[in-house]
């Protein structure tokens, strides 16, 4: 644009000259002492100069063009300059502007020039573009005409335009906006923050944050601007006082911004002072509110459609014996037997559905006995955005009902211990949430009870851990436990199985692989350790890594560094390691097969997993958890399980531990029609026979009469492996070590 600038401006000095150099030219001719070739010498340099000329130039006489350069062709989108002589210069022009140009022509031909202006042009594809013109008269030919210079200025304009509207936005913005310097003085600010602060802008440009902010003295806002220098954003709340000497509570957006060579912190501010107020009133009639419910000598509470407490008063609390945080989210099925607890949800629904309220009698928890019986008003509750609550009070009516429970106990008795002795165990569905329960880990045995305690006191370090035990005990779970109880828990634990991958990949899989590292690898990979970078990786079968992958996690277990497969780029991971096997990894250091000093790092804290029979005493909570487990997929409802198939499964030597526990009670599930579970015992026979025999000859002939049952089908649904309670890849490795191959 400069260049085009001072392009126009010599075209004009050249105009000039030349108008001159004509006047000159008809003094000389009229004395004859001009030569012909000065005169064509002269009419090409400035022909040249005219044609090269990067702004337009177009000739004007009796209002039509005779002359535009290149420039006018390409500004105002014609092919070829000539297709615009003979043209009505007004053509060209927007028509708010002609009658002027037309004022401008007229002058000119008469030999007069004129200011420069800022006029609208039409191009031949439509479009308007905006220029600036200057136009002199110079004789042609003996004869005058207007000249016009013309230069795009469209471009320019807008610019112009947006930094108007960039001002009028900010200056008129509903924050208070303030640039600010890093030694906290001010930049600069807006109208509301000039308003807002009671200053005028020469006021706060003379002052400092500290003059507004007390909160932040000159000594403490270097600190500040650094934080939020080295974070880019900050948000905070804050109080600054006016130029009246009012205190307001403002919010603040404060953003570091550079520009050129200087830097400083834009803020963007709101006063929040009402909503400060309106959040103490808010938080004082929430305080009064509670203390009149919490007073109320009656259990109140309000569910969601979903049966879920959404409220509950201290009384509620106190009846259920729940901390608040554990009341709010519960639901009827946490307070009540099954029976009483589907029938009270069905009334809660009918309330919600039909609008109406209504009033229940005598419920109580009949199971534990230690709910008072009540009298509970159920009520509908509709906000105005259509969702819809249900409203309950409850009022203790237990003295009342007391003279009549007596009498009926009196009668009920017999027919109680006759139901105890026949089901006692029934009352372990309510006991899944035992004092041992860490999610899916189920047991209150005293070798569970000190499986566990290690796992928390090991749980909210980083430390490595190495969980020991057969197969089928559940070592994945006990890792899942100790990633919930860590402060990694905000993030997934990533898991791999190294006995499920062949060797070849094994090593991609874990570090990851870049694109063309092997045959094959069409694509880079992002290894699991990058994966569960901030989280916990569980290394299960830990004992199934080949060498040179012993030798890659032994690096990541000393600096936590790693490269991905056909990189050298080192990666850092923050990565907390807990492995399982079934192995003896103190033999397989013996025997070579694994790295003594990456069996020293992975041993930091050994937990081990019991046995099903170091823990059988577990065996009817663990079949009652997975009866509900089943019953729930299957739409099935056991009521009770006979003694005898208890003591009969306390037989089995459980040698897939708690894996075939869960797969023969889900084959029982499947075969029982009625409410008492009939158990499908595990289908070992001959035990007595194969006493004399080795172990691993009772193995490998097991394993071929499961296999036979199944048509040598190892994987899938009651597939070898799921009948004998073992991962397929497991079986496939004991199949290789026994010798079985399917007969041809």
């Not at 509908?380 to 259509?386: D, H, N, R, V």
């Not at 991958?501 to 570090?511: G, R, V, Y």
């Amino acid at each position: 644009m400069k260049d085009a600038d001072k392009t126009k401006k010599q075209l004009i000095n050249e105009l000039e000259n030349l108008r001159q150099r004509v006047h000159d030219l008809e003094e000389s001719q009229a004395r004859r002492d001009f030569s012909e070739e000065d005169l064509k010498e002269s009419e090409e340099r400035y022909r040249l100069i005219v044609e090269a000329s990067p702004v337009s130039i177009m000739a004007i006489r009796n209002g039509r063009i005779f002359f535009s350069n290149p420039a006018s062709c390409k500004m105002l989108a014609f092919s070829d300059p000539q297709d615009m002589v003979g043209m009505s210069a007004l053509e060209l022009v927007a028509p708010e502007y002609q009658v002027e140009v037309a004022k401008r022509i007229k002058r000119l031909e008469k030999g007069r020039d004129n200011p420069p202006i800022e006029i609208e042009l039409c191009r031949q594809d439509g479009m308007r573009i905006t220029v600036e013109s200057t136009s002199v008269s110079v004789p042609i030919g003996g004869i005058l005409a207007a000249v016009i210079i013309a230069q795009d200025i469209t471009e320019r304009t807008e610019n112009e335009k947006r930094l108007q509207m960039m001002g009028f936005s900010i200056d008129n913005a509903l924050d208070r906006i303030a640039w600010i310097a890093p030694d906290g003085h001010f930049l600069y600010a807006n109208k509301p923050a000039c308003k807002e602060m009671g200053y005028t802008l020469d006021e706060v440009l003379s002052m400092s944050v500290s003059d507004v902010d007390p909160n932040f003295p000159l000594e403490r806002w270097a600190e500040h601007y650094q934080a939020v220098k080295k974070t880019g954003f900050m948000r905070l709340e804050t109080q600054q006082i006016s130029g009246d000497g009012q205190v307001h509570d403002v919010e603040v957006f404060a953003n570091h911004l550079k520009f050129a060579d200087h830097e400083f912190m834009c803020s963007f501010g709101r006063d929040i002072t009402e909503r400060k107020q309106l959040e103490i009133k808010l938080k004082e009639s929430e305080e009064r509110f509670r203390a009149f419910m919490d007073n109320i000598p009656a259990v109140i509470y309000i569910k969601d459609e979903n049966d879920r407490h959404i409220y509950g008063n201290l009384k509620a609390f106190e009846s259920v014996k729940k901390k608040p945080d554990e009341f709010i989210g519960s639901t009827t099925r946490d307070f009540w037997p099954p029976q009483i607890a589907e029938k009270l949800i069905e009334l809660d629904r009918k309330v919600i559905r039909d609008g109406i309220p209504r009033i229940t009698e005598e419920w109580q928890n009949t199971e534990t006995g230690d709910m008072p019986w009540r009298r509970d008003i159920k009520f509908p509750i509709k906000l105005e955005s259509g969702k819809k609550f249900l409203g309950g009070i409850a009022i203790d009516i237990t003295e009342t009902k007391r003279s009549e429970q007596k009498l009926r106990k009196a009668y009920e008795q017999i027919d109680r211990l006759r139901q105890k002795l026949e089901q006692e165990n029934i009352y372990l569905r309510e006991e899944i949430d035992l004092q041992y329960r860490h999610g899916e880990i189920i047991g209150q045995s005293k070798a569970v009870g000190q499986m566990l305690h290690r796992a928390e006191q090991v749980a909210e370090t980083d430390s490595t851990v190495l969980i020991l035990g057969e197969t089928g005990t559940g070592k994945e779970l006990l890792a899942r436990a100790i990633h919930r109880m860590s402060s990694r828990n905000h993030r997934p634990m990533i898991t791999v199985n190294c006995a499920a991958l062949p060797a070849s990949l094994i090593e991609s899989e874990i570090f990851g692989r870049e694109k063309g590292a092997f045959t094959g690898a069409l694509s880079g990979r992002v290894g699991r350790f990058e994966i569960a970078d901030g989280s916990t990786i569980f290394l299960d079968e830990i004992g199934e890594l080949t060498p040179d992958v012993q030798m890659k996690l032994l690096r990541v277990l000393e600096n936590g560094h790693f490269e991905r497969l056909g990189s050298n780029k080192t990666i850092k991971a923050n990565v907390r390691i807990i492995a399982a096997t079934n192995r003896d990894l103190g033999q397989a250091v013996h025997k070579g097969s694994f790295r003594r000093d990456l069996y020293y790092r992975l041993n930091v804290f050994p937990i081990r997993v019991p046995s099903l029979q170091e823990r059988i005493e577990d065996l009817e909570l663990l079949v009652w958890a997975f009866v509900k487990e089943y019953g729930e997929r299957m739409g099935k409802r056991i009521e009770s399980i006979p003694k005898k198939s208890i003591e009969a499964l306390k037989r089995c030597p459980w040698r897939g531990n708690v894996r075939e526990l869960r797969n023969v009670i889900e084959q029982s599930m499947i075969i029982s029609k009625g409410p008492t579970l009939k158990i499908q015992l595990p289908g070992i026979r001959g035990l007595e026979e194969t006493q004399a025999m080795l172990l691993k000859d009772v193995e490998r002939n097991h394993i071929l009469k499961i296999l036979s049952q199944t048509g040598w089908r190892v994987r899938g649904n009651a597939g070898a492996a799921e009948l004998l309670g073992l991962k397929p890849t497991t079986l496939e490795a004991r199949m290789k070590k026994l010798g079985v191959v399917r007969p041809k």
